[in-house]
């Protein structure tokens, strides 16, 4: 697949002031709900003991819905391991093979040593799940589904050509399918919370929001390379641990584009 058009992600803007007014919300409703607890502790009147659980009810219903907002922009705040890759990769593997349609042919391939990564296990995992139900979805009549990672240093060329790459050793996991494509004129909002083209019922589209904000919790980023009729393919950097190279070595070997 090649890589016909690309989008850089300006759109994790929106998840970001979701959390900001989540945020301060929170540092509203805790005193309100502190207060009404403290005065139900204390007022023995008819009317104060009817209305103060009205009152503290509520107050729990927002805290309980802000800290709901929190956790899906933010991704709650993950238990960092260093992580082989490959074991994550394997284990996403066999649940796809089980739970997938036959018509979809499922391969993987990795390098021989994968750098490690500090990252959180069940979110990682919930990234790598969302991107193979989507290219699931996308494959109603069958196709293939590959599921590759490989070592990947990201110098200074590479960082100006796509915005929100940061130079550094990652390690990128790409997850690429045969199935329909994102038309040019959506690509740019399918990150977008809620964003989805599927029946009702069927997304809800939070799925790619997700793979967003755990991805750059992890100092990471993501690119997504399409096309209408053959496939998409969406590659997921996630900075690596420790490099066999650093980023400085590998960018003097490379050209740097402006001529003599
Ligand atoms: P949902 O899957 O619930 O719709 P997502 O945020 O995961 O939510 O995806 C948003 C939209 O992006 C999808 O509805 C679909 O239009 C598009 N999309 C995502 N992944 C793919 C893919 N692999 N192939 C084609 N379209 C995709």
Redesign the pocket.
């Known amino acids: 697949l090649e890589a016909q058009f690309f989008r850089a992600q300006r759109l994790e803007s929106i998840g970001t002031l979701a959390s900001g007014i989540a945020h301060d919300l929170n540092n509203v409703l805790a005193p309100i709900l502190m207060t009404a607890q403290l005065l139900e502790s204390q007022l023995n009147d008819q009317r104060s003991k009817r209305l103060l659980p009205i009152l503290i009810s509520n107050a729990k219903r927002g805290a309980n819905l802000v800290k709901q907002v929190l956790s899906f922009t933010r991704g709650i705040e993950g238990d960092r391991t260093l992580l082989q890759l490959k074991h994550l990769i394997t284990e996403i593997q066999q649940i796809v093979k089980e739970t997938f349609p036959k018509s979809i042919e499922v391969s993987t391939s990795q390098e021989q040593t994968l750098w490690t990564v500090s990252g959180d296990a069940t979110q990682l995992h919930q990234v790598l799940i ?1 991107l193979c ?3 699931r ?2 494959m109603p009549n069958g196709g293939q589904l590959t599921i590759s990672a490989e070592n990947f240093i990201v110098d200074k060329n590479y960082a100006k050509m796509y915005i929100d790459a940061q130079v550094g050793s990652y390690v990128v996991i790409t997850v690429t ?1 045969t ?4 038309p040019q004129e ?1 690509i740019d909002r ?2 977008e919370p809620f ?4 029946d009702l019922g069927k ?7 997700t793979v967003l904000g755990i991805v750059k919790s992890h100092g990471g980023f993501v690119h997504v390379y ?1 096309e209408v009729g053959k496939g ?1 393919q ?1 590659k997921v950097f996630l900075p690596a641990q420790e490099a066999m190279e650093t980023p400085e070595e590998q960018e003097l070997e490379l050209p740097n584009g402006n001529g003599e």
Do not use: E, R
Not at 179 to 182: K, L, M, N, P, S
Not at 195 to 198: G, L, M, P, Q, Y
Not at 203 to 209: A, N, Q, Y
């Open positions: 969302n139900v989507n290219a979805d996308a399918d199935g329909v494509g994102i959506i399918i990150f964003f989805t083209t599927k997304g809800t589209g939070l799925g790619l929001s399409s998409t969406f």
